[in-house]
């Protein structure tokens, strides 16, 4: 059975930062894309950032996402700084290779003073 599982997510202060993890089980790691999306209230889902197996990166904002993954222990992460209200949402971890894709449950993120 292949599960993600997020962590990480919580109330924070405008300004301030989370690292968001997700632990990877029942497929091969190493040999996934990974991705984290978000969906705001109001708005569809969007993908955020992503990594590919091979480690190429890519999010919708350098200045405030960083999407990292450790292979050896399943886990991919996406740090976020400088966090704003409307980056208040939930966000969801995702694999894909080729035609299968997972996704896990999320995790909540509120940015408010």
């Known amino acids: 059975q292949v599960q993600l599982v997020e962590s990480g997510g919580g109330l924070v202060q405008p300004g301030g930062s989370l690292r968001l993890s997700c632990v990877v089980s029942g497929v091969i790691f190493n040999i996934h894309d990974i991705a984290w999306h978000r969906q705001t209230p109001g708005h569809e889902r969007e993908l955020v950032a992503t990594?590919?197996?091979?480690?190429r990166q890519n999010t919708i904002d350098d200045n405030k996402f960083a999407i990292s993954r450790e292979n050896v222990e399943n886990t991919a992460y996406l740090q976020m700084n400088n966090l704003r209200p409307e980056d208040t949402g939930v966000y969801y971890c995702?694999?894909?290779?080729?035609?299968?894709?997972?996704w896990g449950q999320g995790t909540q993120v509120t940015v408010s003073s």
């Open positions: 995702y694999a894909r290779r080729r035609s299968d894709e997972y």
């Open positions: 990594i590919t197996a091979g480690g």
